[in-house]
């Protein structure tokens, strides 16, 4: 990815997930976290990881479709 696509992946990413922090590491990898969570929400799943931009989001939907935000396994 160019610098510039991976400044469009990364604003697209922050646009579709809000309460997301998202960033790609200087290996490539890209991940997103929020928090702090409140006690009350301590449970929520606080980060996820991927290889590619599309991955992730597609994390980061289904741990919003689920709900819950638990970890399960993704």
């Known amino acids: ?6 400044a469009e992946a990364k604003a697209a990413l922050s646009d579709r997930f809000p309460n997301w922090s998202i960033i790609q590491s200087d290996r490539g990898r890209w991940w997103a976290t929020r928090g702090p969570l409140s006690r009350d929400r301590a449970h929520l ?6 290889d590619t931009p599309a991955e ?3 994390m980061l939907a289904q ?7 638990r970890e399960h396994g993704l």
């Open 63 to 69: 741990i919003e479709a689920d709900g819950s935000g």
């Open 45 to 50: 799943r606080a980060d996820a990881d991927a």
């Open 1 to 6: 990815m160019t610098p510039e696509q991976t």
């Open 56 to 58: 992730l989001g597609a």
